[in-house]
């Protein structure tokens, strides 16, 4: 799933969700196919550009001293794109708190100029076909090998490329501050966190280099609160569901770290730990609509982001922090916020980052501590929430020349890196260039590079956060098709095709998704109410939903195609829940539903804006949740053992029923509407 988090070029949206018919490959390659230069860029049998090919001939090739020296030095420039800021050479000051916001905004001509230049590079790839563009991509990167060794020689757990990103900067910049080796204690906080893979990835590195006790806590947009939209979210919850415990969703159980309330709420929690020595914060968001203006879209997140930081962070603290491009003032006030806050910041795109993307990672230290920011943080507070701020954090004229001359010498080097990425992946795509002759060994030596700077080997089993076979196992059903078919014109051309057009494209996609009653010799699946579940009850109120946007229980592309279409009540459904053998007797039972009816009186009666969302945790209904055992008791044993029989049913059979169910139901209702109206 993370695979799909970094784009590449004008299309680079972290999370992608296409529903698209393939024919732009045919439009865009096959109307030029009788052009010698469009027919050098395939391979003999297959349309496809030659990086899509085996590598095998490559190898052939002879590997002199000289080829090798190139090899080296191109590994050393891929792990080298690093650019300080180093705040403690120069007399960088804050402006007062009250010139704060007091001006409009403002832009630097240099820097816009950047970025229309960088956007026309990316747009040269809005005709082609994503599939085929990631396909391609992933043939030219460099680092396209380290997943799977860290995978498999170092058997790390929920490996993704985050996880590899996380690891290269950790073992880059030193994130764990001294104080925590002398303490022996080391508290860290990870915003935007789903699915999880820092979290991993900062065990690892702690358990192989570090001897501290450490705590965690983690909050993201919740994935089991059914309002998020799942454009915003990624689609995987394994790490999660086992480690229900460490994560916060906010006062509104929505996680949306944006919302005012959530955000002191995660301050309050995260207080909790005792000092916090690390914030990490990877928010983005889906750009695909406009992904010109990327930075200008994820700008108030990494505005909340980094003022929750800036309150979380005992004084000495790292914090890291993903942005874009440093194009606009929010970003440039941003920056100089943090170089004025922190003794060291050092801008760094990893290695195992998507080369052809804009992504980097401000990796701040040293933490000169909230008491001395109060005087901003007071500030900074009356403009936190979602509304992008009308008004310049700072005034142009407050913020030093030496510093806007630093960030145009750092934008300008990662938009020549990305742009020089682009133009050249685009010349192998079209078959204008070759792919480097000895990429396989590229590839080889940047891996060996990587686990070797990073030191990493195996953990002792007992080591491990969950456990990778337990991740390996955890079902998660509602996680429908990827769907990389088109452009980004093709999209752009979808969203402007008429209702009935649409609609026809609807049907069309709905009638493909393949879903089917799941227990194929059974018409009807009868399931036993667990008595046990009762012991979990526990009501959890948040924000109201008002469409389910996504949910554990239905696979996502469907709801998707389910919110799409304006709902008439369905006449026909083949699915039933049948309730049989009602217990009138259960004590248990009735007291819960009469606490379910004092709390919703409670709401209603105080005025709150909250609903009940949930009355058992999600990881008891997915059958995650082991019950506690007295080990004192004779046969504790045993139980154990019935126990994780019981587990299993559960999982296998509420959870895929329930899932299959609302699939089933689901697809039938969006054939039905779409088929009345066309
Ligand atoms: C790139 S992913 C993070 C990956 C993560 N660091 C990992 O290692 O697995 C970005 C995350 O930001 C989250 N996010 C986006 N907007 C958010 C918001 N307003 N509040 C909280 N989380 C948000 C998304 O749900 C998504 O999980």
């Not at 490559?58 to 020296?69: A, G, Q, V, W």
């Not at 806050?341 to 401000?362: C, D, L, M, Q, R």
Request: net charge negative.
């Amino acid at each position: 799933m993370t695979g799909t988090m970094e784009g590449i070029g004008h299309n680079s949206n972290w999370k992608r969700d296409f529903h698209h018919r393939n024919n732009s490959w045919d439009a865009t390659h096959s109307s030029s196919s009788s052009s010698s230069s469009s027919s050098s860029l395939v391979n003999k049998n297959e349309r496809l550009p030659h990086s899509f090919g085996p590598q095998r001939d490559f190898k052939k090739s002879k590997l002199t001293r000289e080829t090798y020296r190139e090899i080296h030095e191109r590994v050393l420039q891929h792990f080298g794109k690093k650019f300080s800021f180093d705040p403690s050479l120069h007399t960088w000051q804050l402006p007062e708190p009250d010139e704060m916001f007091a001006t409009d905004d403002w832009q630097e001509d240099r820097l816009q100029h950047m970025k229309e230049a960088l956007n026309a590079v990316k747009s040269k790839l809005n005709d082609y076909n994503l599939g085929d563009w990631h396909k391609h991509t992933r043939a030219m990167n460099m680092a396209a090998y380290i997943l799977k060794a860290v995978k498999n020689r170092c058997q790390a757990e929920f490996v993704t490329q985050a996880w590899c990103k996380f690891y290269e900067i950790v073992a880059t910049y030193d994130l764990v501050p001294e104080s925590a080796n002398t303490d022996g204690c080391f508290n860290s906080l990870h915003l935007c966190e789903a699915p999880g893979a820092f979290i991993a990835a900062l065990n690892h590195y702690l358990k192989l280099n570090k001897h501290l006790s450490w705590k965690w806590l983690s909050t993201t947009l919740n994935p089991y609160y059914e309002g998020n939209p799942l454009s915003c979210m990624i689609n995987d919850d394994r790490f999660i569901l086992h480690t229900l415990e460490n994560w916060t969703f906010g006062a509104d159980f929505t996680g949306n770290l944006m919302d005012t309330s959530n955000f002191k709420h995660i301050l309050k929690e995260s207080q909790k730990m005792g000092d916090v020595l690390l914030v990490t914060a990877d928010g983005s968001i889906d750009c695909q609509e406009n992904p010109g203006e990327q930075e200008h879209i994820v700008s108030a997140l990494h505005y909340c982001e980094a003022v929750t930081a800036l309150h979380a962070l005992a004084a000495g603290g790292s914090f890291l922090l993903k942005i874009f491009t440093i194009y606009e003032h929010d970003t440039i006030c941003l920056l100089y916020l943090l170089c004025c806050a922190f003794k060291h910041v050092n801008i760094y795109k990893p290695a195992t980052s998507k080369e052809g993307n804009s992504e980097v990672y401000v990796v701040c230290l040293e933490y000169i501590g909230s008491e001395l920011m109060e005087p901003w943080l007071k500030i900074l507070r009356q403009h936190y929430g979602e509304e992008k701020q009308q008004k310049a954090m700072f005034p142009r004229q407050l913020i030093p020349d030496s510093f806007i001359r630093r960030v145009f010498e750092c934008a300008e080097k990662f938009k020549n890196l990305q742009v020089a990425v682009i133009e050249r992946n685009i010349a192998v795509f079209e078959g204008i260039d070759q792919p480097f002759e000895f990429n396989w060994k590229l590839r080889d030596m940047v891996t060996e590079h990587y686990i070797e700077h990073c030191k990493l080997t195996k953990l002792k089993d007992d080591d491990y956060i969950v456990g990778k076979h337990k991740l390996m196992e955890t079902v998660a059903l509602n996680v429908g098709p990827k769907n990389e078919e088109g452009s980004f014109n093709d999209r752009c051309k979808k969203r402007k095709l008429d209702p009935s057009e649409q609609l026809r494209v609807l049907q069309d996609e709905v009638t493909n998704l393949e879903i089917k009653w799941p227990f194929e010799d059974e018409d009807i699946k009868w399931l036993t109410f667990q008595q046990k579940l009762l012991k979990k009850f526990s009501i959890r109120i948040g924000k109201p939903i008002h469409t389910v946007e996504s949910s554990k229980f239905c696979m996502g592309p469907l709801l998707g195609m389910h919110n799409q279409v304006g709902f008439i009540k369905p006449h026909k459904q083949d699915c039933a829940v049948i309730f049989c053998g009602y217990r009138s007797g259960s004590h248990t039972l009735l007291s819960c539903i009469e606490d379910i009816a004092n709390e919703m009186g409670r709401l209603d009666k105080e005025g709150l804006k909250q609903a009940v969302l949930a009355l058992v945790p999600i990881s008891v209904l997915c059958g995650y949740e082991q019950e506690e055992i007295d080990e004192t008791q004779p046969g504790s044993d045993v139980r154990q053992e019935d126990q994780s029989e019981e587990k299993i049913n559960v999982d296998i059979d509420f959870h895929r029923c329930v899932t299959h169910i609302n699939n089933l139901c689901v697809k039938e209702r969006i054939i039905h509407v779409v088929n009345a109206v066309l």
